[in-house]
């Protein structure tokens, strides 16, 4: 089995899930949100989510990653902030030397649904019936798990690192 995790970026709430894979089969290991306060300084606030999900890393020590590519809005502030934590979420498994791909949410929905502008009640429905059993923790969290397996079914001859290895953090 392959450990992957998917990551779902946000200033506010950065989701995560960690999968396991070995051809069409998937397990779910584990999911859940890494939190930054909504009042902070910027720059307090981007290192709540570095510490948060080199903590993750370090527990889960997957041996790949996905990223959720970023939305643009409108707001062109929204959208700057927003990159500043895609940043830190590419920068995380770079600096733990994992392989990081990234994804379109288009491509992610079309992946699991089978249609590019599924909405989240899909998306969550749809990784439930292929994570049987796997309690999800919010919205955040489905969609990095969506990623995950997006990502596990986009590339089924990867080569990674077994999850029994150590996470080497470089700082």
Not at 39 to 65: C, I, T
Not at 67 to 94: C, H, I, M, T, Y
Not at 115 to 139: E, F, N, S, T, Y
Not at 144 to 157: M, R, W, Y
Request: aromatic share 4%; charged share 20%.
């Amino acid at each position: 089995m392959r450990r992957l995790i998917g990551l779902d970026p946000g200033l506010r709430a950065t989701g995560w899930g960690v999968i396991e894979f070995s051809g069409n089969r998937l397990r779910h290991i584990a999911n859940g949100v890494v939190k930054a306060d909504s009042e902070g300084d910027m720059a307090v606030r981007l290192r709540q989510l570095f510490e948060g999900l080199m903590r993750v890393m370090e527990e889960w020590r997957p041996a790949g990653a996905a990223v959720e590519s970023v939305f643009v809005n409108k707001d062109q502030g929204s959208s700057l902030k927003l990159g500043q934590a895609r940043g830190v979420v590419l920068l995380v498994p770079a600096l733990c030397n994992l392989p990081v791909a990234e994804y379109a949410p288009n491509h992610v929905k079309k992946a699991l649904v089978g249609v590019g502008h599924a909405d989240k009640v899909q998306m969550r429905a749809m990784v439930g019936r292929l994570l049987p059993g796997c309690v999800i923790a919010g919205a955040d969290a489905a969609d990095a798990l969506g990623v995950a397996i997006c990502h596990a079914h986009s590339i089924p001859n990867l080569q990674i690192r077994s999850a029994s290895q150590t996470v080497r953090v470089i700082l």
